[in-house]
């Protein structure tokens, strides 16, 4: 057993991983989706809601220590598969549970369980290529049909509320992740192997070794400004909507409806990296989002934030599937182990910033205040997007 946790395993296809991914991210989504929603019902304000978010998200940032130590010690499908079985078995028992600190606890180990698995498939799915180039096309391909599931994980998630409240709804979602896992213990999945390199056990070293690396360095904040949107998205106007008297079932068709541009057009975005490169793409898309925070701020009505939300969507569709391809592009293929894990920290960052930072704006100055939040760090990370030196992917 111990050499089987130990060994690579041999690249076959990436269809497999397509398939459980699909799942987990079905699953996922409704978790995500509901989230906010189930800490309202039991009894935590806005403002405290958005804290317990962020300290799942610090948390998971803080475990993201131990990930390049688990890769190198045992393969991507393996951490994968465990992280999986033990994240379904959380989210039924977030179900099942109303006692606060007991529901915050199971919260923050459902994100330290995500990043495990996170980190573990994006790079087994990543060594499933041969090229950046075939990574490119598959991260396309991909992350179109994820973003389907994610399209409608919200959208079944509100319904299921509704219909058939909160337990069976997360027992809804514990199954598509259960699902998830299954699939990959069951088809033959075969990973490639790769020279590794003992700096993947050296926490400080994998971070000293990402930062001295500009480009890099700047990924880390086009990704946390994604997650920043993301964050508000997922935490935040769930809550807003629900304060303005919107019922579960359409706080899904809206959350819903804000993955749809990336489900119609992740795939056709990635291709044009290679024209435009990546410095236009993230500073235009981020200016967008830095106007449209602007325009919610002015407007202060809830009709405008859902339209202004759902059509910034298609600046996330450009935005989002070319991060991690631009992380991918900085390194060698033996480097990914060291540089992947402190890269993903910005999943966690980003949605710590956005859901500490909007909570603690709202407990200050009302909910208004928490566009102005936005603005004023998608301002930077605009700025920052500057400092890329053009390329073609």
Excluded at 11 to 20: D, N
Excluded at 157 to 165: H, K, T, V
Excluded at 257 to 270: K, R
């Amino acid at each position: 057993m111990s050499d089987f946790l130990k060994s690579p395993i041999h690249i076959k296809a990436s269809g497999e991983i397509l398939v459980s991914r699909i799942a987990l991210s079905m699953g996922t989504s409704i978790l995500t989706a509901i989230a906010s929603i189930y800490f309202h019902n039991i009894g935590l304000t806005d403002a405290a809601v958005g804290y317990v978010a962020a300290l799942g998200s610090l948390l998971a940032i803080v475990f993201t220590m131990v990930a390049p130590y688990l890769l190198e010690k045992y393969s991507e499908i393996v951490i994968y598969v465990v992280s999986g079985i033990l994240l379904s078995f959380a989210t039924i028992f977030l179900g099942l549970t109303k006692v606060v600190p007991v529901a915050i606890i199971t919260y923050c180990l459902t994100n330290i369980l995500l990043m495990f698995g996170g980190n573990a498939i994006n790079i087994a799915l990543k060594d499933t290529t041969s090229s950046k180039r075939e990574f490119t096309n598959l991260q396309g391909i991909f992350g179109s049909l994820i973003n389907f599931s994610w399209f409608v994980g919200p959208i079944l998630g509100g319904l299921a509320l509704s219909q058939l409240g909160t337990r069976n709804t997360l027992l809804l979602s514990g199954g598509f992740i259960m699902i998830s896992a299954i699939i990959i213990v069951l088809l033959p999945i075969h990973v490639k192997g790769k020279r590794r390199v003992k700096l993947d056990t050296d926490p400080l070293a994998n971070i000293k070794f990402y930062l001295s690396r500009k480009n890099l360095t700047i990924a880390y904040i086009q990704s946390l400004g994604v997650r920043l949107w993301w964050g508000y998205v997922w935490a935040f106007l769930p809550l807003f909507m629900l304060d303005n008297g919107y019922s579960p079932t359409s706080v899904g068709l809206v959350v819903g409806a804000t993955q749809l541009p990336l489900f119609l057009f992740e795939f056709l975005t990635v291709k044009t990296v290679r024209f435009f490169g990546y410095r236009k793409i993230f500073a235009t898309g981020f200016s967008l989002l830095t106007i449209a925070s602007i325009l919610m701020l002015i407007a202060n009505d809830i009709h405008v934030v859902i339209g202004v939300t759902i059509a910034c969507s298609l600046a996330l569709s450009f935005l989002e599937p070319i991060c991690e391809l631009f992380v991918f592009d900085q390194v060698d293929r033996h480097e990914e182990d060291m540089a992947y894990p402190t890269y993903y920290t910005s999943t966690f960052a980003g949605s710590l910033v956005a859901k500490l930072g909007i909570a603690v704006f709202i407990s200050l100055f009302g909910a208004r205040s928490s566009y102005a939040f936005l603005a004023f760090l998608f301002v930077f990370v605009t700025i920052s997007a500057l400092g890329i030196k053009p390329r073609r992917a």
